[in-house]
């Protein structure tokens, strides 16, 4: 077993560390928030893909690692409703039934990962070397053992990461790039172009602009079908609004100080070491244009410390020396940084120092280093009177969320019995509300939904969804009171628009017409004295622009660029046709396609080309694969532990 194979080695622990971050980072898309991870045993079913469950112990452990890890960023700043707002727990959810698809899936087609090439691929890795020498399996098994990562645990994300691999190559493998998208892509990302203009706006024109009602009419006779409305469907809708329930709860000063004394850990200041430093680099690869040899730059670096200790000031010293573009002209400033900010040997060497210090030689992948600590914070909690707004905030936001789950809850327990949306809203003292006529794939406010709005053009008029759909205001029980079927307008419902319409087709001739005549006066007087004779302005782009970047005030498009980096240098353009109107463009300087360039780049281009089309298709291949296998959700735990209701 590989478990044998970890015996014998000695380098897990880096492969520990890319496996916790690639298995709960990457593969498990993370989630925050502060109501569904303690509620239901671990061993409970949330959900089957296809017949393989997904546990609430499997949800709840994916959950914690990945809130532990934003907390750790955002230092606690992030409260229940921000969590929640972000929307990340069925992001979480959905990536262990995309974990479960891929199982699936590489069943279906005969794939596996035997041990032997899990063990295999272990030890290829030089990812899992350090001097050349392993590490002890004993010392693995303890890092392990203070992560919270089982064996098991281990074997199964590397495994399950190899299988999708696995998959991914079998769907992909046949993915080409062509020779012209190879030259259009670099096209894209080198060629620029400086420009002066003349834009011509289609506003300026449409007070002039005069349609009587025989044209409208016409207009919309010829286009009456563009503008035909969509299908659209009326819901009646009960919503548990976080912001209308928050005059219902009440904290008081004893909660505050409870709570504070219960969760001081949430109001640490980080220790803080505030530093310069010098650095000296060392080239990552014997190419590499920047830094120097090792030896060389040891040398540097030793000639740098002996002038300090000489007694020249560090901060004048750093503006000549140092090599780092980002500290240099500020003499080296750092800043100040907690723990774990900075590479491991800089970090290391920086927190064993005091006040006033300063290293020896630091050794990093960057360089040799030089670090003088100017200034020491220890770790200290910030006393009630500064966080009482911020606790005060934290526990209003929990009992608004608790108030709305126990609704949501008894809302859900109503419509179960059968019973009417009015009768759930009246037994909750709240109200039943009709939407707007909603189009497929619109989420107005406050019904801002992607699912709520999938899920009523699957509905009946009459039906009711018993089950809430979050919203970033809080919560929304619906049913579907009207279907309105897709139509022809009659011209009194859209005339406005058509007149709209036709005024804005009107004003965009007229401007057309006013750029052709100022690139036709241009040829004698110049583009200045043109745009100028027409109460206009000529204008350059500030520096070299690639494509696909906005030219100046005419915006972007691929019209436009079309034009633009197809014009020689000097040369006036046609009227283009641009976003605000018309425009006249000349190209004063260009950065044009560069042979030796793109034979340098293209090996490297066709590969990012070829990716970019390999993760396009592996994504759109798992949509296809996810309606091969049914899901079905646990009603009651889904709604514990992902939606956060009820418990």
Same mark, same amino acid.
């Given at each position: 077993?590989?478990?044998?194979?970890?015996?014998?080695?000695?380098?897990?622990?880096?492969?520990?560390?890319?496996?916790?971050?690639?298995?709960?980072?990457w593969?498990?898309?993370?989630?925050?928030?502060?109501?569904?991870?303690?509620? =239901?045993?671990p061993?409970?079913?949330?959900?089957?893909?296809?017949?393989?469950p997904?546990?609430?112990?499997?949800?709840?452990?994916?959950?914690?690692?990945?809130?532990?890890?934003?907390?750790?960023?955002?230092?606690?700043?992030?409260?229940?409703?921000?969590?929640?707002?972000?929307?990340?727990?069925?992001?979480?959810?959905?990536?262990?039934?995309?974990?479960?698809?891929?199982?699936?899936?590489?069943?279906?087609?005969?794939?596996?990962?035997?041990?032997?090439?899990?063990?295999?691929?272990?030890?290829?890795?030089?990812?899992f070397?350090e001097?050349?020498?392993?590490?002890?399996?004993?010392?693995?098994?303890?890092?392990?053992?203070?992560?919270?990562?089982?064996?098991?645990?281990?074997?199964?994300?590397?495994?399950?990461?190899l299988?999708?691999?696995?998959?991914?190559?079998?769907?992909?493998?046949?993915?080409?790039?062509?020779?012209?998208?190879?030259?259009?892509?670099?096209?894209?990302?080198?060629?620029?172009?400086?420009?002066?203009?003349?834009?011509?706006?289609?506003?300026?024109?449409?007070?002039?602009?005069?349609?009587?009602?025989?044209?409208?009419?016409?207009?919309?006779?010829?286009?009456?079908?563009?503008?035909?409305?969509?299908?659209?469907?009326?819901?009646?809708?009960?919503?548990?609004?976080?912001?209308?329930?928050?005059?219902?709860?009440?904290?008081?000063?004893?909660?505050?100080?409870?709570?504070?004394?219960?969760?001081?850990d949430?109001?640490?200041?980080?220790?803080?070491?505030?530093?310069?430093?010098?650095?000296?680099?060392?080239?990552?690869?014997?190419?590499?244009?920047?830094?120097?040899?090792?030896?060389?730059?040891k040398k540097?670096?030793?000639?740098?410390?002996?002038?300090?200790?000489? =007694?020249?000031?560090?901060?004048?010293?750093?503006?000549?020396?140092?090599?780092?573009?980002?500290?240099?002209?500020t003499?080296?400033?750092?800043?100040?940084?907690?723990?774990?900010?900075?590479?491991?040997?800089?970090?290391?060497?920086?927190f064993?120092?005091?006040?006033?210090?300063?290293?020896?030689?630091?050794?990093?992948?960057?360089?040799?280093?030089?670090?003088?600590?100017?200034?020491?914070?220890?770790?200290?909690?910030?006393?009630?009177?500064?966080?009482?707004?911020?606790?005060?905030?934290?526990?209003?936001?929990?009992?608004?969320?608790?108030?709305?789950?126990?609704?949501?809850?008894?809302?859900? =327990?109503?419509?179960?019995?059968?019973?009417s949306?009015?009768?759930?809203?009246?037994?909750?003292?709240?109200?039943?509300?009709?939407?707007?006529?909603?189009?497929?794939?619109?989420?107005?406010?406050?019904?801002?939904?992607?699912?709520?709005?999938?899920?009523?053009?699957?509905?009946?008029?009459?039906?009711?969804?018993?089950?809430?759909?979050?919203?970033?205001?809080?919560?929304?029980?619906?049913?579907?009171?009207?279907?309105?079927?897709?139509?022809?307008?009659?011209?009194?419902?859209?005339?406005?628009?058509?007149?709209a319409?036709?005024?804005?087709?009107?004003?965009?001739?007229?401007?057309?017409?006013?750029?052709?005549?100022?690139?036709?006066?241009?040829?004698?007087?110049?583009?200045?004295?043109?745009?100028?004779?027409?109460?206009?302005?000529?204008k350059?782009?500030?520096?070299?622009?690639?494509?696909?970047?906005?030219?100046?005030?005419?915006?972007?498009?691929?019209?436009?660029?079309?034009?633009?980096?197809?014009?020689?240098?000097?040369?006036?353009?046609?009227?283009?046709?641009?976003a605000?109107?018309?425009?006249?463009?000349?190209?004063?300087?260009?950065?044009?396609?560069?042979?030796?360039?793109?034979?340098?780049?293209?090996?490297?281009?066709?590969?990012?080309?070829?990716?970019?089309?390999?993760?396009?298709?592996?994504?759109?291949?798992m949509?296809?694969?996810?309606?091969?296998?049914?899901?079905?959700?646990?009603?009651?735990?889904?709604?514990?532990?992902?939606?956060?209701?009820?418990?």
């Amino acid at each position: 077993m590989v478990l044998g194979f970890m015996r014998r080695y000695l380098w897990f622990f880096k492969w520990f560390l890319v496996i916790v971050v690639a298995s709960f980072i990457w593969f498990y898309i993370p989630a925050l928030t502060g109501s569904g991870i303690d509620r =239901g045993t671990p061993g409970e079913v949330l959900a089957k893909v296809g017949g393989l469950p997904i546990t609430v112990g499997e949800y709840q452990k994916t959950y914690q690692r990945q809130r532990q890890f934003y907390e750790r960023i955002y230092q606690g700043r992030l409260d229940p409703a921000a969590l929640r707002r972000l929307g990340l727990e069925e992001q979480t959810f959905d990536s262990l039934v995309l974990e479960r698809v891929t199982l699936l899936e590489a069943k279906r087609l005969g794939l596996s990962v035997p041990d032997e090439a899990l063990a295999k691929t272990i030890a290829s890795s030089p990812e899992f070397q350090e001097n050349g020498r392993f590490l002890g399996g004993e010392e693995i098994r303890r890092t392990l053992d203070l992560k919270g990562v089982s064996v098991e645990e281990f074997e199964g994300a590397l495994r399950g990461s190899l299988l999708r691999e696995k998959l991914e190559a079998l769907v992909t493998d046949g993915v080409g790039v062509t020779d012209k998208e190879v030259e259009r892509e670099f096209r894209r990302r080198n060629e620029q172009i400086k420009a002066e203009y003349v834009l011509v706006d289609a506003a300026r024109f449409r007070p002039q602009v005069a349609v009587d009602d025989e044209q409208v009419k016409a207009r919309f006779e010829a286009k009456r079908e563009s503008y035909r409305f969509p299908e659209r469907r009326v819901v009646s809708y009960i919503l548990l609004d976080g912001e209308a329930l928050r005059p219902q709860v009440t904290v008081t000063e004893r909660d505050l100080g409870l709570y504070y004394q219960d969760h001081r850990d949430e109001f640490k200041q980080e220790e803080e070491t505030c530093a310069h430093h010098i650095l000296i680099k060392v080239k990552s690869s014997p190419g590499a244009k920047e830094g120097h040899s090792d030896a060389e730059a040891k040398k540097i670096a030793e000639t740098v410390r002996d002038r300090l200790t000489a =007694g020249e000031e560090f901060e004048a010293l750093a503006k000549k020396m140092s090599e780092d573009p980002g500290s240099a002209s500020t003499g080296g400033d750092l800043g100040c940084f907690p723990r774990g900010r900075m590479v491991p040997a800089f970090d290391s060497a920086v927190f064993q120092m005091e006040a006033g210090q300063t290293s020896d030689l630091v050794k990093t992948p960057f360089g040799y280093h030089i670090i003088r600590v100017t200034s020491r914070k220890e770790e200290t909690v910030l006393p009630l009177i500064q966080v009482k707004d911020r606790v005060r905030q934290i526990l209003t936001s929990q009992r608004v969320e608790a108030l709305a789950s126990q609704k949501a809850e008894a809302i859900a =327990g109503t419509l179960a019995r059968g019973k009417s949306l009015e009768v759930a809203a009246r037994e909750q003292a709240l109200t039943v509300q009709k939407s707007i006529p909603l189009a497929r794939g619109e989420t107005p406010d406050p019904l801002a939904s992607p699912s709520l709005s999938a899920r009523v053009f699957e509905m009946k008029v009459g039906d009711i969804e018993k089950e809430g759909f979050s919203l970033p205001r809080g919560a929304a029980f619906i049913a579907l009171a009207e279907v309105q079927p897709s139509r022809l307008p009659e011209l009194k419902e859209v005339e406005a628009k058509v007149k709209a319409d036709l005024i804005e087709e009107k004003a965009l001739d007229k401007a057309g017409l006013q750029a052709a005549e100022i690139k036709a006066k241009a040829a004698g007087v110049g583009l200045e004295k043109a745009a100028a004779a027409a109460g206009l302005v000529r204008k350059e782009t500030p520096s070299l622009t690639g494509r696909g970047m906005p030219l100046g005030d005419l915006g972007s498009g691929a019209a436009l660029d079309d034009v633009a980096f197809a014009l020689p240098e000097k040369t006036l353009s046609d009227p283009v046709r641009v976003a605000a109107g018309y425009a006249v463009v000349r190209v004063l300087e260009k950065k044009t396609f560069d042979p030796a360039a793109f034979a340098e780049q293209r090996a490297s281009l066709e590969e990012s080309l070829r990716q970019d089309k390999r993760n396009q298709l592996f994504q759109d291949y798992m949509g296809q694969a996810r309606q091969r296998f049914p899901l079905e959700r646990r009603g009651e735990a889904f709604k514990r532990v992902v939606l956060g209701q009820g418990g």
